[in-house]
């Protein structure tokens, strides 16, 4: 579980960090109250196309998708991905 805060009025935001493919997880984690998670390609066999095929089946607009690929070669960078702009 991830834990970001937003600012200084609200509460933390909960998420979790996935690497996996599947939708149904990704759709747990959003029905368990979670609201972001994290798609870890960094560390994980997540392609780019997978991370665009998990957001399609992203519904909620209260539900935040973010991506973690590496860039450099010890730095990642955390990009906001949604399918409701």
Do not use: N
Not at 4 to 11: G, N, S, Y
Not at 38 to 48: F, G, I, M, R
């Amino acid at each position: 579980m991830v834990m970001l805060k937003h600012d200084e009025t609200r509460a933390p935001l909960v998420g979790g960090w996935l690497g996996t493919r599947s939708p149904a997880v990704v759709d747990a984690c959003r029905e368990a109250g979670l609201e972001f998670v994290v798609l870890d390609t960094q560390h994980s066999a997540l392609t780019l196309g997978d991370c665009a095929e998990l957001l399609a089946g992203v519904e909620a607009d209260d539900f935040k998708t973010f991506l973690q690929q590496q860039r450099h070669h010890h730095r990642a960078d955390i990009t906001v991905m949604s399918s409701h702009q």
